[in-house]
């Protein structure tokens, strides 16, 4: 097997053992909302993204459905990002808020500049490692807004 598709594989397992270590279950629900939000973004970000030619995904899944990343863009990021928000400190200051997202983007950015250099699951063509972190800054910052009116809404109605 391809050591690219390995890759692939470790990086799903990581992640379920990651969302059934990290999810508990009395924020099941919770952490649906932010996947699937999240989800949406990379969905529409990520289709944007490689039909403009700044990345490419030599090496994914479904290669004859779709250009993007199914693994990256419609599992891991949406995965991490609904550990993220259920375990998002709510109520520290926002220095330490925006520290835990420097440490969440800076992670995942860090592991796709090494997919990026050492496998072809990733190539950026007119990318930089710069733009992946303000992306996913944006995308979780907007994911968290979403989560909090959502469940601020529902908290209102009871």
């Known amino acids: 097997m391809d050591k690219n598709y390995i890759f692939i594989i470790i990086g799903w397992v990581v992640t379920i053992g990651l969302l059934f270590k990290f999810v508990p279950r009395d924020k099941i629900r919770e952490a649906h909302v932010a996947f699937f939000f999240k989800q949406l973004l990379t969905w529409l970000l990520g289709l944007l993204v490689v039909q403009l030619g700044l990345i490419e995904y030599p090496v994914r899944l479904f290669p004859y459905a779709n250009k993007t990343s199914f693994s990256f863009e419609y599992f891991i990021y949406p995965s991490i990002c609904a550990i993220f928000n259920v375990h998002y400190p709510e109520k520290e200051s926002i220095f330490k808020q925006f520290l835990y997202y ?3 983007c800076t992670t995942i950015t860090v592991v796709e500049i090494y997919v990026e250099k050492f496998t072809n699951i990733i190539k950026y063509v007119h990318w930089n490692w710069y733009v992946t ?5 944006l995308t979780f910052y907007l994911t968290r807004k979403y989560y909090t009116w ?3 809404l529902k908290h209102e109605d009871k």
């Not at 972190?133 to 800054?137: D, E, G, K, N, V």
Request: proline share 0%; hydrophobic share 65%.
């Open 102 to 104: 420097f440490y969440y």
């Open 133 to 137: 972190w303000i992306t996913l800054f």
């Open 150 to 152: 959502f469940f601020k």
